[in-house]
């Protein structure tokens, strides 16, 4: 037979003499079909293909005796295994399909491991990309597409061969999102909408939000929530390990969004680096809930049985390895991902404390905790978020670093025309001179008296000494003052009212450290690329803010009311004055400085934590003198009022800041 197996022929009494004839016909026909050499020009490109393998048979006939005839060698390769006569349908079947092929050998199985040597979360599921469709890659698009006549595409974030992610501005309510775009005849297509229609009804603000999801003729997308002032977990390590109160909060905020998504019947599954985001304020927020497992084709969990305590202790598994490259700096497995370094083979299941000297104890334990099925040191392993939630309250206080100190500067030394003082006069012994007996020593009287008149010459000695100088100081200001009306000659009308005047004040030009966006009214920072072109010293280079229908104002159809630039002057300074040009048209702008609380952290502080210091003014160069000088470190150039372009949008060019102390 053509698959190899066994065959036992039961044929009636009946029907004897014709299986018979049939039988022998067609032997004679097998017969008459393979008396040509396996070389010859006739034989079937299956037959060509076993060539190799009938070569090896002749090289071993020549040593052992005769060769065969090719029948002869053909039946005994191809039918050593069959016991017994076939029957005629099978003898038709093996002639209709041609000379059987050989099984191939079964592939080797791989090693069992005690501790799986990969990264559990692998960027494509290798069960899923073997059966993708061709035909059906992730749908091409380009920036300035525009889906669902409503999402503006403006940068491809990421592209694989199932779908791509894009930063993209939803044109109706005027603010940026994300967009998974996939096609709609993919397999995985019904999956992931299901996914992101559940993720929606989540309803939980520790999550990246999912707002729309659609199919639309051949193409399915995904709408979420975008936060641009917010930095991926991925980011923040960037630089190296995160303090133990930071670590601390991470892990404890993300492990109880998880826990209540479990309690909900969701999971992650897929739980990286790149899906936990740290905002502004400090709150973590995670994306791709249930969405990011089905665009990949992971498993999705179920609500009950094995595969709901699977899901479990993948999230669980994946809190762990956050909390872990959060201590180390490392990445806790072999492979090198999300710009850490994985670890050796000799630091396999070994906990953040050996891998890294001064991790905290208790933070190290709970990450080998959740990350190891078997913990160092016999602990007991966690296996579901909630039970991480559970270990988290239960670990000591772990303190919050002192803030560090602003650097103030030192105040100026006022050098004022100090009076000089007369020298105390001393008394030197002379060694020459005995020292007179104790009978004819003055009495307590006479000391007295003497005391005295040494202070009064002193007292006298020390008005003659103030007099002269004052005198000598009152003359040079007089030649000062003549040199002056020589060299500028004026009425004296001018000349008396400038003596009456105090000396007016020079501004000294206060250096700019930096300079950043501030839009707490908006999704995010404005003009994150051009921010610096407003400090540089250049005023043909600007910073430009985003664009707005309506004019700024507070009233609608105005978005907001205002939108600023923060200056900071690297610590607290004495300002008197501010200079602000605009560029392509006039703009209206106050200066405001942060109160006391929101000068810790300005960026996240509301615009009413925020004193006005220079009234509102419009122009193109326009100066702000303040009624008196205020010492701060940061000031807030609020606009008001944006220039219209040419395109009929509104926005803001502030092409240099001045500042002046």
């Not at 133990?244 to 019947?265: F, I, S």
């Not at 070994?350 to 959740?370: C, F, I, N, T, Y």
């Amino acid at each position: 037979m053509a698959d190899g197996t066994k065959a036992v022929v039961d044929t009636s009494t009946a029907d004897a003499a014709a299986d018979e004839a049939a039988l022998a016909a067609a032997i004679d026909e097998l017969g008459s079909g393979n008396t040509a050499p396996a070389g010859s020009a006739d034989a079937s490109s299956a037959d060509s293909a076993e060539t190799p393998d009938k070569a090896d048979g002749d090289e071993d006939g020549d040593e052992d005796g005769p060769v065969p005839e090719a029948p002869a060698a053909a039946v005994s390769e191809e039918t050593s295994e069959i016991t017994a006569p076939l029957s005629v349908h099978e003898i038709a079947a093996e002639l209709a399909a041609g000379p059987p092929r050989k099984k191939p050998a079964p592939a080797p199985q791989p090693a069992s491991d005690k501790r799986r040597p990969t990264d559990p979360q692998p960027t494509l599921d290798p069960r899923d990309t073997a059966t993708l469709p061709r035909t059906l890659p992730a749908p091409m698009r380009h920036s300035g597409d525009k889906i669902g006549h409503r999402y503006l595409l403006e940068e491809c974030i990421s592209q694989t061969e199932t779908f791509s992610s894009w930063r993209a501005v939803d044109e109706k309510l005027r603010r940026a999102v994300g967009v998974h775009l996939m096609a709609s005849g993919h397999q995985r297509a019904r999956k992931v909408l299901a996914a992101a229609k559940s993720a929606a009804l989540l309803g939980d603000p520790r999550f990246v939000q999912v707002l729309d999801a659609v199919q639309e003729n051949e193409l399915v997308y995904i709408v979420r929530e975008w936060l641009p002032h917010a930095s991926d977990l991925a980011k923040l390590l960037a630089d190296g390990p995160m303090e133990p109160h930071e670590a601390y909060q991470m892990v404890r905020q993300v492990a109880d969004a998880v826990a209540a998504a479990h309690r909900r019947g969701k999971a992650h599954l897929r739980l990286t680096p790149r899906c936990v985001l740290r905002t502004d304020s400090g709150q973590y927020r995670i994306n791709g809930i249930a969405v990011d497992a089905a665009l990949r084709g992971l498993p999705a969990e179920d609500s009950t049985g094995d595969a709901a305590e699977d899901a479990q202790r993948t999230d669980t598994r994946a809190i762990g390895a956050l909390l872990f490259a959060a201590l180390t700096h490392r990445w806790p497995y072999p492979e090198d991902r999300y710009d850490l370094k994985g670890l050796p083979k000799d630091l396999q299941n070994a906990a953040p404390d050996q891998v890294r000297a001064g991790v905290h104890k208790g933070l190290s334990e709970l990450a080998a905790r959740a990350l190891f099925d078997h913990p160092p040191h016999h602990a007991e392993p966690i296996t579901t978020p909630e039970e991480l939630v559970r270990a988290i309250a239960e670990l000591p206080r772990i303190r919050q670093p002192e803030p560090e100190l602003p650097a103030f500067p030192t105040p100026p030394r006022h050098h004022g025309h100090a009076l000089p003082t007369a020298p105390v006069p001393t008394r030197v012994a002379d060694p020459a001179v005995a020292p007179l007996p104790a009978s004819s020593r003055p009495t307590a009287a006479r000391r007295t008296r003497r005391r005295l008149r040494r202070v009064v010459k002193a007292t006298a000695w020390t008005v003659a000494l103030g007099a002269i100088g004052v005198a000598s100081w009152q003359f040079v200001g007089s030649l000062r003052n003549s040199n002056q009306a020589v060299a500028t000659p004026q009425t004296s009308i001018s000349s008396t009212a400038a003596s009456a005047r105090p000396t007016a004040h020079t501004p000294v030009p206060i250096q700019i450290k930096g300079a950043e966006s501030y839009n707490p009214l908006g999704d995010g920072p404005e003009g994150t690329d051009s921010v610096k072109n407003a400090v540089d010293g250049d005023p043909n280079t600007a910073w430009t803010t985003g664009w707005y229908v309506d004019q700024l104002g507070p009233k609608p159809p105005a978005l907001k009311v205002g939108t600023g630039l923060l200056i900071d002057l690297g610590s607290p300074q004495s300002v008197s004055s501010v200079t602000v040009q605009f560029k392509d048209g006039e703009q209206a702008a106050e200066v405001r400085v942060p109160n006391a609380a929101a000068a810790a952290n300005p960026t996240a502080a509301r615009p009413e934590s925020f004193s006005v210091v220079a009234a509102r003014k419009a122009g193109l160069n326009v100066d702000y003198a303040l009624e008196s000088p205020v010492t701060t470190r940061y000031l807030l150039i609020w606009l008001t009022s944006l220039n219209k372009d040419s395109d009929g949008r509104y926005r803001g060019h502030v092409a240099e800041v001045k500042v002046s102390g």
